[in-house]
């Protein structure tokens, strides 16, 4: 069974959900500090008769957190409520998971005829007192430092959060008797817990939710499902004056799925549900998915709605994210389309792909997006495909601009190629987090990062501070496995050809005094009609590229004079 992922507008933020299946909807919600990946998969069996939708908890995964800077239980049913009115769900059964059940207790108590059953894996019941405790310990903040010592340290408490309960009474008669999560599980949990900007807010809401009582005024039927494995089992069965609409199904980890399917024979919902759809159009960036025959791809979209769009892409071991800045100062002129090329950030990856096939990924995903001309931005290899994109364009690639570019280097040949990217695989002690750390770090400091030699230095201020390291590293990992597609194709083309091949007007910016500028020199050596510019800054000029687009009337007579006067280098 398939599953798609989505945005949807609810307000000001944006909502990301999965979903699969057809039939009535059954909402879910996932553990912090966790997101929808890790509850579909152990429930989409169903979705033989349901429409699953497992939603990103606001501040969570890939949605926009609450405006509030210390939400209670309250304001997360309440948003989720919103997001129901904005995907046209009317009535729906619920299922929550830990701090997911306590969404779903509160979400039930708060709008009772909006819920036809409430299926609980784990409910917090913290009395008053405990409540503090775990508020004060549970989720502790993990603050980039420049060794990266925080992710080893993230790694830690992720452990240890299953091995004891809670995790920071380490003792024997706190132990969990459950085997520990593989590798990459663990990395997961790290890496959302890491991306999530406070992380602990859902800790806190779940702590401080008095569940207990909430639960004494549930009018829907609620179904408790948690395995005797689980903290939170004996608790929940030792509860006394519970409504009669509470009930306990004894069920293992193995009968869990079908007691789940057993109950959700005995409710109805509403299979009223509208079908999934973008944000709006508007100016301010916002996120989308193109949908092609190779899966989907993430695009930011932004700016007014006519005009020839401006369409980025990110270099090596980056992803769209990085590029909103300055994707965010073109929307004022003209549409622009950021992708995430296919196998980083959020996009499915294309497997044993070369420099063509990224291009034509690239050209299905704009008419997906219904773009036909364009213009199109590259930074680092993505001016390599940049370049790729615009020879099997058929004409629509109008301006290019190729952003401190990094070629394909026939001198170094299968040693770039073997080495430039290695696959982030997860280890069971989170020591692949310090290596990649150390690889992006390099990379800011030499090239080719994995020589790390004197000659191979990158004489310009390096980006090396933790918090700024931080982001580009989590933004990496989310294509651990597969960026190094992208990045040996880029290698692996043949500069000359790519640079004839170019015959549209062309910026190429290179960073002055880098290693790096020499390829911005030979880009626009080998260009018939390009023009040079340098910079000593590490992002883009965003004035001299709108100069070059003509985006103002006082930049097209810029670029007119410059035109007239046949200056091609500067």
């Not at 390599?384 to 601009?401: D, F």
């Not at 040079?532 to 097209?556: Q, V, Y």
Request: proline share 7%; net charge negative.
């Amino acid at each position: 069974m398939e599953i798609t992922r989505h945005f949807v507008r609810v307000g000001d933020r944006e909502v990301h959900y999965r979903r699969a299946g057809s039939g009535p909807p059954f909402v879910l919600f996932h553990v912090s500090p966790q997101t929808s990946a890790f509850v579909m998969p152990q429930l989409l069996p169903l979705a033989d008769s349901f429409t699953l939708i497992a939603l990103d908890t606001p501040g969570y995964g890939d949605s926009d957190p609450l405006r509030n800077p210390a939400p209670v239980m309250a304001d997360y049913a309440d948003a989720v409520l919103e997001t129901f009115d904005a995907l046209g769900i009317k009535r729906a059964p619920v299922y929550g998971s830990h701090t997911g059940a306590n969404v779903a207790v509160e979400l039930a108590r708060r709008a009772p005829g909006r819920i036809s059953a409430v299926i609980l894996d784990g409910l917090s019941l913290s009395t008053p007192e405990v409540a503090e405790d775990r508020t004060d310990h549970y989720a502790p903040r993990f603050t980039p430092t420049p060794d990266g010592a925080h992710l080893a340290w993230a790694w830690q408490h992720t452990r240890d959060q299953l091995i004891f309960w809670p995790w920071y009474e380490a003792h024997q008669a706190n132990r969990l008797r459950a085997d520990m999560k593989d590798a990459n599980y663990l990395h997961n949990v790290v890496l959302y817990k890491m991306l999530a900007p406070s992380y602990w807010l859902g800790y806190r809401a779940a702590f401080g939710h008095d569940s207990r009582d909430a639960l004494k005024q549930l009018t829907v039927d609620t179904f408790f499902v948690t395995v005797d494995a689980d903290v939170h089992t004996s608790v929940e069965r030792s509860l006394p004056d519970l409504p009669p609409n509470i009930h306990f199904v004894d069920t293992t980890e193995e009968t869990q799925l079908e007691a789940i399917r057993t109950t959700l024979e005995t409710v109805s919902g509403d299979g009223a549900m509208a079908p999934a759809r973008p944000p709006p159009h508007r100016r301010a960036l916002y996120r989308t998915y193109a949908t092609i025959s190779g899966g989907q791809r993430l695009v930011r979209r932004g700016g007014p709605d006519s005009g020839k769009p401006l369409v980025m892409l990110h270099g090596g071991m980056r992803t769209s994210a990085l590029l909103a800045e300055t994707a965010q100062k073109i929307t004022p002129t003209r549409p622009v389309l950021v992708v995430d090329i296919a196998g980083n950030g959020d996009s499915d990856p294309i497997t044993g792909a070369g420099l063509k096939d990224f291009a034509e990924d690239v050209l299905h995903v704009l008419d997906d997006c219904g773009v036909a001309d364009f213009d199109l931005y590259g930074e680092s290899i993505g001016a390599t495909l940049a370049m790729e994109v615009a020879r099997q364009s058929n004409g629509r690639a109008g301006k290019l601009i190729l952003d401190r570019p990094e070629l394909p280097d026939p001198d170094m040949g299968a040693d770039l190629i073997a080495n430039v990217a290695p696959p982030i695989e997860a280890r069971w002690d989170g020591t692949h987090f310090l290596t990649a750390w150390h690889m992006l770090r390099d990379a800011a400091l030499f090239w080719p990062w994995y020589r790390s030699t004197a000659e191979g230095m990158r004489d310009i201020e390096p980006e090396v501070g933790p918090v700024s390291l931080q982001a580009r590293l989590l933004a990496w990992l989310k294509g651990r496995l597969t960026y190094g597609d992208y990045m040996r194709a880029a290698f692996n083309a043949d500069p000359d050809s790519l640079l004839s091949s170019v015959t549209q007007p062309t910026l190429v910016i290179g960073l002055a005094n880098d290693i790096l500028e020499l390829h911005a020199r030979m880009a626009a050596d080998g260009i018939e009609s390009a023009t040079l510019i340098t910079h000593a800054f590490h992002r883009p000029p965003a004035s001299e590229m709108a100069a070059f687009l003509g985006d103002t009337e006082s930049n097209k007579r810029k670029a007119a004079s410059a035109a007239h006067t046949g200056e091609k280098h500067r």
